[in-house]
């Protein structure tokens, strides 16, 4: 993918909108902390003063640290962020005439993003720096996973798109009798019904692995079923054919698959622990989980180039797994 080009001009850095944007994010974290009792003085050189209130260099460095500015285009993207913090600035003041910081939405929302941006920053303080998975790891893993890898299939399939409430005993009937793809389009034809073309390819690393193991033992040509909600596909399996790839190929991704296992098992640790030290009360019996409840995931553990398909044969319904899995045919 081509990189674009590096504008010289300062909106580069902060398009108008973004630049709004970001005025309307950080006046509500200033309402709120404002909200919350007495105002403390912002650290640092004063580099402007909007009504009084100060704005600081070391506010203008975490806002060129945030927004990962390159040191050559750090002069011109300082002079843009710094008219953005008095945006900022004179929102937050407006706010705060209007007591806009005084909307319970207004509170509720500061008091999330508050206990979101505590939790994030205890965890990180106590699981600490994960260590980078090894070579040894990264190879492990790919030798036991060689359906991701060196044993990795390719599906490209064609399909017919329509809505569901479209998908009929009469259509369906039309699908077991037809021999391809083609004839269930004539039929769709022939009874007014609206379809849209696509085609598809899915690997083995994308898709879950008793579906590719259906797909494999299919026939070309085959065709199936799967429901996504107000939308049904019917499918016709194109061709399956070998799409290896080597360890020096997968290695970045599945390194950083692993390293993102290690921070979500660790995290997860450390919910474990902290779940088992306290009191938890249900105040509704019928709210509390049924056996000891899992701690929210830090980190994917989806496995290395899995995508979810746009047309997901994984997620099927059902009637997917009777008629798609199984075969029509």
């Known amino acids: ?118 939790a994030q920053a205890y965890m990180q303080k106590r699981v600490g720096t994960v260590a980078r998975p090894t070579q040894q790891e990264i190879s492990e893993y790919f030798q036991k996973n060689p359906q991701f890898f060196a044993e990795r299939k390719q599906f490209d399939m064609r399909q017919l798109l329509i809505a569901t409430a479209d998908m009929t005993d009469p259509l369906k009937n039309a699908m077991d009798s037809a021999k391809s793809l083609d004839e269930v389009a004539a039929w769709l034809d022939t009874n007014k019904v609206k379809y849209a073309r696509a085609q598809l390819s899915r690997t083995s690393a994308d898709l879950a692995p008793e579906l590719s193991s259906k797909l494999i033992a299919m026939s070309k040509g085959q065709l199936f079923i799967i429901r996504e909600g107000d939308r049904t596909l019917l499918i016709a399996l194109a061709e399956v054919r070998d799409s290896p790839v080597t360890l020096a190929q ?73 008629r798609g899995v199984a075969g029509l045919k």
């Open 250 to 322: 997968a290695a970045p991704q599945i390194e950083q698959f692993l390293f993102n296992k290690k921070n979500k098992d660790a995290a997860d640790a450390e919910l474990k622990r902290l779940r088992t030290s306290a009191k938890i009360e249900y105040m509704n019996k019928a709210d509390a989980p049924a056996s000891p409840a899992a701690p929210a995931q830090a980190a994917s553990a989806a496995p290395p180039a899995a995508a979810a398909p746009a047309a997901a044969p994984a997620n099927s319904s059902s009637e997917a797994n009777d």
């Open 1 to 118: 993918m081509n990189q674009p080009q590096v504008a010289t001009s300062p909106s580069h850095y902060l398009p108008s909108g973004i630049r709004l944007l970001c005025a309307s994010l950080v006046l509500l974290s200033a309402a709120g902390l404002s909200a919350c009792g007495e105002k403390e003085k912002k650290p640092g050189q004063t580099l402007a003063s909007v009504n009084g209130e100060e704005i600081t260099v070391m506010q203008l460095n975490e806002e060129l640290q945030r927004a990962n500015v390159a040191p050559g285009q750090q002069k011109d993207a300082s002079k843009q962020l710094l008219e953005s913090l008095i945006d900022r600035q004179l929102l937050q003041n407006a706010a705060a005439k209007d007591k806009t910081d005084r909307d319970p939405k207004v509170v509720q929302a500061i008091e999330r993003a508050k206990s979101l941006l505590i």
